[in-house]
């Protein structure tokens, strides 16, 4: 399991664009974290969370440019 250690005033968004690239799957981190700190705005210093080993996107097609 990893971890992510917050830093003082980072938000859930920010976490999630620093961790996956895109700041709207903050709720794969609130699903990992059982919502376990979901009544947090922004986190203090030390706070840690578990982040998902793998990120599957479902149902995703990739179409080739020529298509």
Do not use: A, R
């Not at 620093?18 to 919502?35: S, T």
Request: aromatic share 16%; net charge negative; glycine share 4%.
């Amino acid at each position: 399991m990893k971890i992510y250690n917050c830093n003082q005033g980072e938000t859930w968004d920010y976490i999630s664009y620093i961790v996956f690239g895109d700041e709207f799957k903050m709720d794969l981190l609130l699903e990992k974290n059982q919502y376990y700190h979901s009544d947090t705005l922004s986190f203090d210093f030390g706070d840690s969370l578990n982040i998902p080993e793998s990120l599957v996107i479902e149902n995703s097609i990739i179409k080739s440019p020529w298509e």
